[in-house]
């Protein structure tokens, strides 16, 4: 029932940039925070950047200063603006939302393909 759907992604040279988007259809009521993740061939799915609830965010160190979650409570979208893009951001991201009950339980987006050239 709930569904949480994905556009942006694509090619960007290095240096670009690139807006992510991502739709909740579902009971928001129940949701704590939004987030985006991305996983890379060969390698673990990873934590990007995330946003709770009453407004509090989450980087991890490698886009810290790039990267800059963000939302619109009206449309249940979250958003992923990418500056400054490097060809090791490449991956598949991912939208995520995480559940007040039961405590924690994600929903996943099918994954939107980001590129990054040299």
């Known amino acids: 029932q709930e569904r949480l759907v994905e556009s942006g992604g694509g090619l960007v040279q290095a240096g670009g940039s690139l807006r992510l988007s991502c739709v909740f259809f579902?009971?928001?009521?129940?949701?704590?925070?939004m987030g985006w993740y991305r996983q890379a061939p060969g390698k673990q799915r990873e934590m990007v950047a995330q946003?709770?609830?009453?407004?509090?965010?989450d980087y991890a160190d490698s886009v810290k200063g790039r990267f800059t979650i963000s939302r619109d409570n009206a449309k249940n979208t979250v958003y992923l603006q990418m500056n400054s893009l490097k060809p090791e951001d490449t991956s598949v991201y991912y939208c995520?939302?995480?559940?007040?009950?039961?405590?924690?339980?994600?929903?996943w987006g099918q994954g939107t393909q980001v590129t990054v050239s040299s």
């Open positions: 946003m709770t609830r009453a407004g509090s965010t």
């Open positions: 995520n939302a995480k559940a007040l009950y039961p405590m924690g339980f994600p929903y």
């Open positions: 579902g009971r928001i009521d129940n949701i704590h925070s």
